[in-house]
């Protein structure tokens, strides 16, 4: 397995053999489906909320009387079938965290790295380090990959915090993310993969096996 390694001005330097057990692994389509489905639940704030008819203010007298009056009978206004009652079955809030085992996330990011790297939506840059906190810096950066204007996932080593700032207003377009925070919800929903050079390493100790 083989990836393309560029400088910081878009220039092709060469390629950089990488891990088959990580980048060309097989890939496991029903684990990215569970494991997707379990990052986006976590990321649930689970708020909703409506109150039910004992929660409504009002409705503590009988509208009119039981007998006598032609009409159907009721017991208050804040039963569900009036206006302005409450709500039956309605949503609560509640946790929709669904907690992962480690050895699943851990080869659900192998999984997802290994489709990017099938897809040839892998690449690699030397290290960028920026001398100013300006978005036009980073955006020149952005500009001379060759990534044809997708949006990407930028992985890097550490996250400096020149970077940190000049990235702030283009995470629509390069979402930039440390090693140690990388998850397989973050490689799917981004078409291609940037990985600074020095994180290469980074990512083999964390996921190679027997670690």
């Known amino acids: 397995m083989k990836a393309p390694l ?3 001005e878009g220039k092709k ?7 088959p057990e990580i980048y060309a692994n097989r890939v496991n389509h029903r684990l990215l489906e569970l494991v997707q489905a379990a990052y986006a639940a976590n990321l649930r704030r689970g708020t909703a909320s409506t109150k039910t008819r ?8 009988k509208p009119w009387r039981q007998k006598g009056t032609g009409r159907a009978r009721h017991s208050s206004i804040r039963s569900p079938i009036w206006k302005g009652g409450g709500v039956v079955f309605g949503p609560h809030p509640r946790s929709y965290v669904v907690n ?3 050895s699943m996330k851990k080869e659900a990011l192998i999984s997802a790295l290994s489709l990017r790297g099938e897809q040839k939506n892998l690449f690699l840059i030397e290290s960028v380090k920026l001398e100013t906190p300006k978005t036009r810096e980073w955006a020149d950066v952005v500009k001379a990959l060759p990534i044809q204007g997708k949006r990407f996932l930028y992985v890097a080593k550490d996250i400096e915090p020149n970077l940190r700032r000049a990235s702030q207003n283009m995470q629509r377009i390069a979402k930039v993310q440390k090693v140690s925070d ?4 973050h490689v799917l929903h981004h078409e291609k993969i940037v ?11 964390r996921l190679a096996k027997g670690k």
């Open 100 to 102: 992962l085992p480690q």
């Open 182 to 185: 990388l998850n397989a919800y």
């Open 6 to 8: 560029y400088t910081r």
């Open 195 to 205: 990985i600074e050079q020095d994180a290469i390493s980074e990512i083999d100790n």
């Open 13 to 19: 330097k060469g390629e950089i053999v990488l891990n």
């Open 54 to 61: 004992k929660e409504v203010r009002g409705g503590g007298r």
